[in-house]
């Protein structure tokens, strides 16, 4: 990108780039500015390297229709081509260098980032089908000006609806259920790759679990494991499921993965909002594999969902619980075609 500057989190040159160049050619009008939308640095986990690809001085501003354009202009006039010894127009791979100061009024940002218009409403089938990393472009940057206008959307979309989230849940355990038994079962014919393999996958699942029983949204996969990491855990599942990944061995791995299980099964009890189950492993019927009966925590988190609309869905899940493409998860456009699954 051509910066010579030192690396600093992007949060904090947002902050200085907004009060020192953006709100003075804003003017005096109501609006609300900050470093949302995509990027490893509205999570706050830039870092040094994040610096040769995507990154720079940028915002989102947001104001009434009647002022996008005067502001537009202001902005692609007045802004310098460099701030603080960071370029203020950069591309990176096929995107061609130009400014990344956004203004648009927040219904049209929020479609662009969205699908749909958050300020108006968020139905059941819009808190299905929207990935959780587009929630996180909302709700997880930083914000150096507001009117009030962002406040009540970030407000709204800070977390699932309860009925919505006790049914993730459920759908979040069913996941877990479907494979436990299959670590054995591979190594038992003598796939130790493919036993590697499932174990990784129930991993990465217990992992999203962990994160919806903290009421936290999963980022992408690039950022999960530093979003499950900020967790607190006193409990020592961190421990254990590297111990899982790492594990040379079926017996090691089954031990670490059991042990995992138990603490995310004693996390659940500790929400309360089931009926409290035993959190220790047990064998897969009569044969040689220890697993925990997920599917006890299936029923358990479905008997709690009350609400029709949301239980009539079964156990599909919501966008990230069955489909990881980035190209559908990153594209409003192709996401917002799956409502039709939930209808």
Not at 65 to 82: F, M, Q, T
Not at 107 to 116: A, K, N, S, V
Not at 153 to 160: C, D, G, N
Not at 309 to 314: P, S, T
């Amino acid at each position: 990108m051509g910066s010579k500057a030192e690396f600093r989190p992007a949060a904090e040159v947002a902050e200085r780039f907004h009060a020192e160049v953006v709100a003075p050619l804003v003017g005096d009008i109501g609006y609300a500015a900050g470093l949302l939308g995509w990027g490893s640095d509205v999570l706050g986990y830039d870092t040094a390297r994040s610096m040769d690809h995507g990154w720079g001085p940028r915002l989102v501003v947001l104001v009434d229709a009647a002022d996008v354009e005067r502001v537009r202009k202001a902005v692609d006039d007045g802004l310098p081509d460099e701030y603080d010894g960071y370029p203020v127009r950069f591309g990176w791979d096929s995107y061609a260098p130009r400014h990344h100061v956004t203004v648009a009024t927040l219904g049209d940002w929020l479609r662009g980032q969205l699908g749909f218009d958050a300020s108006q409403g968020i139905g059941i089938d819009d808190w299905l089908v929207t990935p959780q990393q587009q929630l996180l472009g909302v709700v997880a940057g930083r914000v150096y000006a507001d009117d009030g206008r962002l406040a009540r959307v970030r407000e709204a979309l800070a977390w699932y609806p309860d009925q919505i989230w006790r049914w993730t849940l459920a759908c979040q355990w069913s996941r877990v259920a479907q494979e436990e038994a299959f670590v054995q079962r591979t190594h038992e014919v003598g796939d130790e790759l493919g036993s590697r393999v499932v174990a990784a996958r129930l991993v990465r699942d217990l992992m999203r679990l962990a994160l919806l029983q903290a009421r936290a949204y999963a980022p992408y996969s690039k950022w999960l494991g530093t979003a499950f990491a900020r967790l607190d855990h006193p409990d020592g599942l961190d421990v254990a499921l590297a111990g899982a990944v790492a594990a040379t061995s079926y017996a090691e791995r089954e031990r670490a993965l059991v042990t995992a299980y138990e603490l995310v099964a004693r996390r659940q009890n500790a929400l309360g909002i089931t009926d409290e189950l035993d959190p220790a492993p047990r064998p897969y019927f009569d044969r040689p594999a220890m697993v925990l009966g997920a599917d006890r925590f299936v029923q358990a988190c479905l008997a709690t969902v009350t609400d029709e609309a949301v239980a009539r869905h079964g156990l599909i899940g919501s966008i990230d619980q069955f489909a990881d493409n980035t190209d559908v998860l990153s594209n409003p456009a192709a996401f917002r075609r799956l409502v039709s699954v939930y209808r």
